[in-house]
């Protein structure tokens, strides 16, 4: 055998297509269930993910423990790869709202590191409902108005980001 050839497919060609058939069908379905890859379009997660970027969606992030505030999430919109990814800053029973660029949660001031760039929001108080989590990205350089931010049902709660 040439050595090109036992370089690619080793000395038993049939094993090495039965191994390289076994990796494939493993590999699909764990980015098509398990480990989900998105492209990421838009600037609302700026500094922490890029526009443009890909990033991999773990699906068991929110299998064994709920969601927590300042996790980031990706929320399907639509089918199975449609998706935002958001910080989650308000949990189920909260009073979420904004004043002067800054996060309440139940009337306290939170602390938010994550945020680099922050203009003057300013939101009234929304109650967050039962099974829900209210989210928003952090870039906050820009108006409230060009935001997608708000409450998201858990059930549309996806995953977070594996890295």
Do not use: C
């Not at 939101?123 to 409450?151: C, K, Q, W």
């Amino acid at each position: 055998m040439r050595w090109y050839l036992r370089i690619l497919v080793g000395t038993s060609p049939r094993r090495t297509l039965v191994r390289t058939a076994i990796v494939a069908a493993i590999a699909f379905v764990l980015f098509r269930y398990f480990f989900i890859p998105i492209h990421l379009a838009g600037g609302s997660m700026e500094p922490a993910f890029k526009d443009g970027s890909v990033n991999i969606v773990n699906t068991f992030s929110y299998r064994f423990r709920p969601p927590r505030r300042g996790d980031v999430a990706a929320i399907r919109l639509a089918g199975t790869r449609v998706m935002l990814f958001k910080r989650i800053v308000g949990l189920p029973g909260e009073r979420v709202g904004f004043h002067d660029g800054f996060l309440i949660v139940n009337g306290q001031k939170m602390p938010e590191p994550y945020v680099v760039y922050r203009e003057k929001w300013n939101m009234p108080e929304v109650t967050v409902g039962s099974g829900e989590y209210f989210v928003v990205g952090d870039n906050r350089g820009t108006d409230i108005s060009g935001h997608a931010l708000g409450r998201v049902d858990k059930r549309r709660i996806v995953g977070g980001p594996l890295f």
